[in-house]
């Protein structure tokens, strides 16, 4: 049993918003759910199948469900943090692949920017019932010094730089200078990124994404519904996820998730790293990019520092395009959560649809990486391979 | 001004109180200086975070043991953008296990991977003592 051409992406669509103040989370959902909608030809009446994470207002998909007012027969909440519209995509192919719905409906809003929600550099409060609550409260985690965490931790095992971590951020913002939507639109170079006040040992403020508004929605639909659809047919051929964690207290913080999670939808989509044309890959720090590469395949284990410096990232220039959107470092990132853009970006790019500037050439072969939650503990991970057929 | 440091459960839940079930052993020794480790009787081997399933084996025979309350640091992080700066840190213990942490007394723009530490207990906002390190 394999999800291999059982399901085709037919509608993406990214709120074009970076700051919505005056609208509701809810109101966010539905608005780029009506956007996917259109984009793939559907109507929400065709919808039999919803799929949202925990940024869905309310306990799983209840409350979004009644206020798109679906009528569904399957319905799927699995909240694997920033990571799980990556996920959710390759859910969504399996439920339509076992009969179980036609027209699957993927959303994700949040304002984070306009709740004022200090996203990085708080601590975030825990469910006292989450089992290393007690042993991790005291120590001060927050997003920045998690991620940092493994940053100095890759440096000193594999000699990575500051610099070579900058060049991820150059090359979102050079990708992100053609993006008219994109928060942070003007090129950098190393030395604005290495010169930007330290947040988190090594890790500058350049080094992070954004805090955005906004959101975005996946249409995924049934090969059948997709070939009647006047639009460019993206298929799904694999996908994997897992969760890294502590392992109980020996554990690697040099690796992630996509170790495994990749191998796992490189296995079903039966290609390689080398036959990718685009790949989006999460970027909440630059060493979340970096570590995702490597454990990819796209470059040996510790050779991620060599591998993005000089320009490899930007598109036209370097082996592996990028993140053409401007990626969450420069363009957007959502509910504070990038898997959903992730998507959206590799969708734009197999149909052709990317911005000129960065448009791959013959992109055939596409795949979106995430990374939810903390990379300095425990992590979800998710990898979708799509095809241009 | 030192960073105020939660404590080990966040509140408004209880803090773990002397004596109070299994982890409550654990506490009691960190309030006497002593830094203990879960060790499954089974297996033999130490796991950090504490549980009462040891996640080697799946045994439930875990006995808490006396450590050497020394290590080196895995890796850290200064948190520049806070009041205080402060030093998050994972220590492999000479035990085996690497735990989470905060390193403190010391010049943080002097320390590096693989420093040798040992243990101290730092008083925390409203619950027992939690263990932290310095700089041998």
């Not at chain 1, 991790?136 to 971590?165: D, F, I, K, V, W």
């Not at chain 2, 994972?90 to 010391?106: H, S, W």
């Amino acid at each position: 049993m394999t999800i291999k051409g059982k399901a085709y992406i037919a509608g993406a669509y990214e709120h074009p918003t970076r700051h919505a103040p005056d609208k509701t989370v809810a109101q966010l959902h539905a608005e780029v759910a009506l956007g996917a909608l259109a984009d793939a030809g559907l109507t929400r009446a065709d919808v039999d199948g919803y799929f949202c994470a925990g940024d869905a207002p309310g306990p799983g998909p209840a409350s979004m469900a009644e206020y798109l007012n679906l009528t569904l027969r399957h319905v799927d909440s699995t909240e694997l943090g920033g990571s799980s519209y990556v996920a959710l995509a390759g859910h969504a192919a399996a439920a339509i692949a076992l009969g179980k719905c036609d027209v699957a409906l993927i959303t994700l809003a949040g304002r984070p920017r306009s709740e004022g929600v200090a996203t990085g550099t708080v601590p975030r409060l825990r469910d006292a019932n989450q089992p290393e609550a007690g042993w991790e409260a005291p120590y001060g985690l927050t997003t920045a010094n998690g991620y940092a965490m493994c940053a100095m931790r890759h440096m000193h095992q594999y000699g990575t730089t500051s610099e070579q971590l900058a060049w991820i951020k150059v090359a979102a913002s050079h990708h992100a200078q053609h993006n008219p939507n994109a928060m942070l639109p003007d090129p950098v170079t190393v030395a604005d990124v290495v010169g930007s006040p330290l947040i988190a040992d090594p890790l500058h403020r350049l080094d992070c994404c954004v805090i955005s508004d906004g959101g975005g929605a996946l249409i995924v639909v049934r090969p059948e519904i997709a070939r009647k659809l006047n639009r460019p047919l993206v298929k799904i051929i694999g996908a994997g996820e897992t969760v890294k964690h502590l392992s109980g207290g020996a554990f690697d913080l040099t690796t992630s998730g996509a170790a495994r999670s990749g191998p796992a939808a490189f296995a079903e989509a039966g290609i390689t790293p080398g036959d990718i044309k685009y790949a989006s890959i999460y970027d909440s720090f630059t060493i979340t990019v970096l570590i995702q590469i490597e454990d990819l395949g796209f470059c040996e284990k510790g050779a991620g520092g060599k591998f993005v410096a000089d320009g490899n990232l930007i598109s036209g220039v370097g082996k592996l395009p990028f993140n053409t959107d401007g990626g969450g470092l420069c363009n957007n990132h959502p509910a504070n959560r990038g898997g959903m853009t992730k998507v959206i970006e590799a969708v734009r790019q197999l149909r052709g649809d990317a911005h000129p500037a960065v448009q791959v050439k013959n992109c055939d072969l596409a795949l979106a990486q995430g990374t939810g939650m903390q990379l300095g503990t425990r992590h979800c991970s998710a990898t979708l391979i799509l095809e241009r057929e | 001004m030192k960073r105020k440091i939660p404590a080990p459960v966040p509140l408004p839940f209880p803090p773990p109180q002397a004596g109070q079930g299994w982890v409550g052993t654990f506490w009691d020794a960190a309030r006497k200086g002593r830094l203990v480790v879960p060790v499954c009787t089974a297996c033999g081997k130490a796991h950090w975070y504490p549980r009462a399933i040891c996640p080697f084996c799946d045994s439930d025979t875990i006995e808490w043991r006396d450590t050497l309350g020394k290590g080196t640091i895995y890796t850290f992080s200064v948190m520049r953008r806070a009041k205080e700066p402060y030093v998050i840190a994972y220590v492999k213990l000479a035990e085996g296990p690497t735990m989470m942490t905060n390193i403190v007394d010391c010049d943080f723009d002097a320390l590096r991977i693989g420093d040798a530490v040992t243990v101290v207990f730092e008083e925390t906002e409203a619950g027992p003592p939690v263990p932290m390190f310095k700089p041998v």
